[in-house]
């Protein structure tokens, strides 16, 4: 659990599902959004797809069926599956696909701060 808040804790408040602006992205009937995103980077921290799924509190066979809405979205591949069972790498385009989502996530949160401040201004006790 230790190891888990460490994670969340690099991860924009949008992938920690704290308060704020939680972005999914629809696109020639695909879809992309925190969790997916959140798998992503988790592998590649750890550099497999179990560890990650474990971290994320989810079955392998779970999270292999999320990874692969992803990669049916591309025609770039996403992961490296590593020879002799030695693990999942993110691919050059698997990267890019993190780092352009977090840019995205990071800017609209920026954007969207003045109205979460008012919004939250309005709110009332009960």
Known sequence: MKNLKKIKNNFPPELANNNGVKIKVYFNGHMIGAGKMQLIQLINLKGSISSA??????????????????????AHPVFIKQKGNKGTIIS???????????????????????????????QTLK
Not at 53 to 74: C, I
Not at 98 to 121: G, P, R, V
Request: charged fraction near 35%; hydrophobic fraction near 40%.
């Open 92 to 122: 050059k385009f698997g990267k890019e696909l993190l780092d352009k989502y977090l840019n995205l996530c990071h800017d609209l949160s920026k954007e969207s701060e003045d109205f979460i401040t008012w919004a939250i201004s309005k």
């Open 53 to 74: 799924a474990k971290t994320m509190g989810m079955s392998t066979k779970r999270a292999e069926k999320l990874l692969k809405s992803v990669e049916d979205a591309f």
